[in-house]
């Protein structure tokens, strides 16, 4: 079985902590100009983006 993120994803000089608190954790959701279709959601912890995910992008 592959690893869920392969090291060419994964930015190697960030560290984080275990979460402990689900409160540190935020979603910004990006729609389309006609808030139909999904361009991208950023995942914050406070207020450092930690993931940016897009429809299609890989790994996922």
Known sequence: MPFLNPI????ENISISPIKSKNIVSCKW????NNELLKEVKIFLKD????????????G
């Open 8 to 11: 060419e994803f994964v930015c």
């Open 30 to 33: 990006d729609l389309s100009e």
């Open 48 to 59: 450092d983006m930690i993931a940016k995910l897009q429809p299609g992008s890989k790994p």
